[in-house]
C-alpha cells in the first residue's frame, strides 16, 4: 500500500469523524463497485473510491467530483452525480 493511499484513507477517517450527523456514510470496506448502478464499475489502483458529501455513499472517479453548495457544510462540496442531478431541479418540496 502506497503512502499516498495511507494518507487519503487517514483523511477521510478524520472526515469521517466530524461527520457524525450525516445520516449514512458507507463504509470502505461496504463496497467494491461504484454505488451508480449504471456506472457500477469496479474499484481498484487506479480507480480510488470516493464518498459523496451528500449522499454518504462512494463512488468512482467518473461519478463524483462534481462541485455543489450543501447547506450542512456552509460551503460547495464534491458530490456524485445523481446528488448533482438533484441540485440541478428545483425541490417542489422546498418552498
Ligand atoms: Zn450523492
Ligand atoms: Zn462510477
Redesign the pocket.
Known amino acids: 500500500m502506497s503512502y499516498i493511499y495511507q494518507n487519503i484513507t487517514s483523511m477521510l477517517k478524520i472526515e469521517n469523524y466530524n461527520l457524525d450527523w450525516l445520516p449514512y456514510w458507507q463504509p470502505n470496506s461496504e463496497t467494491d463497485k461504484c454505488?451508480n448502478t449504471i456506472c457500477n464499475s469496479e474499484f481498484g489502483f487506479f480507480n480510488s473510491k470516493h464518498h459523496?458529501?451528500?449522499?454518504?455513499?462512494i463512488?468512482c472517479n467518473k461519478c463524483?467530483g462534481k462541485m455543489a453548495y450543501v447547506g450542512v457544510y456552509y460551503k460547495e462540496v464534491p458530490?456524485?452525480?445523481?446528488?448533482?442531478n438533484k441540485h440541478m431541479i428545483p425541490d417542489p418540496e422546498k418552498k
Request: proline share 0%; hydrophobic share 20%.
Open positions: 454505488s459523496c458529501r451528500e449522499c454518504g455513499k463512488y463524483w458530490i456524485c452525480d445523481i446528488c448533482y
